[in-house]
């Protein structure tokens, strides 16, 4: 059993269009994160979700839309696709703070390339 | 602010060599914790260690090893006989207890030789 699953793995797509990536944990947590890994490998969080509510959207474009419909699904949504939002794109989820088990446990990622 | 720094770019060894990847943080949190993540070519992020703050106590695992020194905010990761296998990017990253998210560094990539 995938703890985390992302799909697609592979999404190539135009400039232009909308595209969605979907996340889902069977671990339990309460808190879901989308990563943003760029060419150049780095990586850095985009939002984060508590129990289906916002709590991180760290100044991402308002093109990029998460949407969670229960604590085990975090999709994210882009809206008229640009170049520059090829990239590996990780989703996450984790224990809570300070808990023994307390970790992060990510998806295996999803690249996207814009044409 | 929280930042993790990864000074090492790129790292080139033969296999059988020690390694030691550096990780310097910086955090004003007294509660946090630390973590290093290997990336192989296959892309995926694998958890190699968990650390908190309140516990300096160095760890072994197998060949990795992980020195944690408060008095100097570092959290270094020493591969000894290292082999091809550990060819990847290693990320090292922090969470704090104000901010629920990893801040990453930017990876140091290890190239093992045969």
């Known amino acids: 059993d995938t703890a985390v699953s992302q799909t697609p793995k592979y999404l190539v797509t135009q400039m232009g269009n909308d595209k969605s990536i979907k996340c889902e944990q069977n671990l339990g947590h309460d808190t879901m994160y989308w990563y943003k890994q760029d060419s150049k490998k780095f990586l850095k969080i985009m939002f984060s979700?508590?129990?289906?509510?916002?709590?991180i959207n760290e100044t991402v474009p308002n093109r990029f839309s998460p949407k969670s419909p229960d604590k085990a699904h975090l999709n994210l949504h882009i809206n008229s696709l640009e170049l520059g939002d090829s990239a590996v794109y990780f989703c996450?989820?984790?224990?809570?703070?300070?808990?023994?088990?307390?970790?992060?446990?990510f998806g295996s990622g999803t690249r996207l390339t814009v044409v | 602010a929280q930042k993790v720094t990864q000074a090492q770019t790129e790292i080139s060894v033969v296999e059988k060599e020690d390694v030691t990847l550096d990780c310097v943080y910086e955090?004003?949190?007294?509660?946090?914790?630390l973590f290093w993540y290997k990336q192989p070519p296959s892309g995926e992020l694998v958890f190699l260690i968990r650390?908190?703050?309140?516990?300096?106590q160095n760890e072994i695992s197998g060949r990795y090893s992980w020195n944690f020194q408060k008095s100097t905010s570092s959290f270094n990761f020493t591969i000894t006989a290292s082999q091809v296998v550990d060819s990847a990017v290693y990320f090292c990253?922090?969470?704090?207890?104000?901010?629920?998210?990893?801040?990453f560094g930017t990876g140091t990539r290890l190239q093992v030789f045969p």
């Open positions: 650390r908190n703050s309140f516990d300096e």
């Open positions: 979700y508590n129990n289906k509510e916002l709590i």
């Open positions: 996450a989820s984790s224990h809570p703070f300070m808990g023994a088990n307390y970790g992060y446990t």
């Open positions: 990253a922090l969470s704090t207890h104000n901010t629920d998210k990893l801040i």
């Open positions: 955090t004003r949190d007294t509660t946090y914790y």
